[in-house]
């Protein structure tokens, strides 16, 4: 049985299951949908991100599915996860998100991102949460101004691991 991390209205967000693999993989390698969020991975690279975010669930921490309430369609990743090594940020909750380009534009970002903070501070004691994003990806800084997080140009840093994709990382946090 999945287990269920939290819903919201329309979603339902949950711990990964080996059958959402090739949806996973799919996105991770779609160039639309990593154009901000790094290097298009084949499947081994979508296994390492995948096996890293289980990882993270010790700490009941890792992106989790998000599916429609409706139909259990799958429509994106979002959760938690401390924030990169070697970064400014290390160490920090930080919570990220991907969703499948045919569900762009319905809301869902930013209601998985909400259900998530809302766990978030329910069931965490970290002091803030924090959000990074390339600044030339202005939809998941709407998303960000969307779910209550502010702009902290202070926490901006240049990406060492992605520097010809995203130029800068810009840091919000709440």
């Given at each position: 049985m999945i287990e269920t991390i939290v819903e919201s209205e329309r979603l339902r967000l949950r711990v990964p299951g080996a059958a959402d693999r090739a949806t996973l993989h799919g996105w991770f390698g779609d160039r639309q949908v990593m154009a901000d969020l790094g290097p298009v991975r084949?499947?081994?690279?979508?296994?390492?991100?995948?096996?890293?975010?289980?990882?993270?669930?010790?700490?009941?921490?890792?992106f989790w599915m998000v599916e429609r309430r409706a139909d259990g369609v799958p429509v994106g990743f979002c959760g938690l996860k401390p924030s990169d090594p070697g970064r400014p940020l290390a160490g920090e909750l930080e919570i990220g998100w991907m969703f499948g380009p045919a569900h762009w534009g319905q809301g869902y970002a930013g209601e998985a991102a909400r259900a998530?903070?809302?766990?978030?501070?329910?069931?965490?004691?970290?002091?803030?949460?924090?959000?990074?994003?390339?600044?030339?990806?202005?939809?998941?800084?709407?998303?960000?101004?969307r779910i209550g997080m502010r702009a902290a140009p202070e926490l901006d840093?240049?990406?060492?691991?992605?520097?010809?994709?995203?130029?800068?990382?810009?840091?919000s946090s709440m």
């Open positions: 084949d499947a081994a690279a979508s296994d390492a991100v995948i096996a890293r975010h289980e990882a993270y669930r010790a700490d009941r921490l890792g998530v903070i809302d766990w978030a501070w329910a069931n965490r004691t970290d002091p803030r949460i924090v959000a990074v994003t390339a600044r030339v990806n202005v939809k998941s800084q709407r998303v960000m101004e840093y240049e990406h060492p691991s992605y520097p010809e994709a995203t130029g800068c990382a810009t840091a």
